[in-house]
């Protein structure tokens, strides 16, 4: 189950970027990338549940801008070119755009979010 419902999408993050009937499956595909970006430390819908408010609040917010940001650049992150060229011209496009963490291609806006829940730490936890 998602981190954030449609509900939660447009009422409370107040996005509209995303169809409707694309949004369920954005959400879906935003909270898969959330628990990669976190090390599955949230356990699914119900794990939320067992985290701090401040926690959900980054994880729901993060998960929304994630979601938009699949939605912007779907096409940029699926293909597998960087440039090609034609005859002497070429083309290539701008990836600067992308962050890549881990296998995962997200904005600097919802990796600063996920940090601050402390669920992206690397270390060794005591």
């Known amino acids: 189950m ?9 009422d409370t993050f107040k996005g509209t970027i995303i169809p409707d009937d694309q949004l369920d499956q954005q959400l879906a595909a935003a909270s898969d990338d959330i628990d990669a970006l976190t090390f599955n430390r949230i356990g699914g819908d119900s794990g939320l549940l067992l985290l701090t408010l401040f926690q959900q609040e980054k994880i729901q917010r993060a998960t929304c801008l994630q979601a938009d940001f699949r939605h912007d650049y779907a096409d940029l992150i699926s293909n597998p070119l960087s440039s090609y060229g034609i005859n002497g ?13 881990g296998d995962v291609f997200t904005t600097n806006a919802a990796l600063s979010l996920l940090r601050q829940t402390g669920l992206t730490y690397r270390g060794v936890m005591l």
């Open 2 to 10: 998602p981190y954030a419902d449609s509900s939660h999408y447009k």
């Open 89 to 101: 011209v070429s083309m290539q496009w701008d990836k600067s755009v992308l962050i890549k963490q």
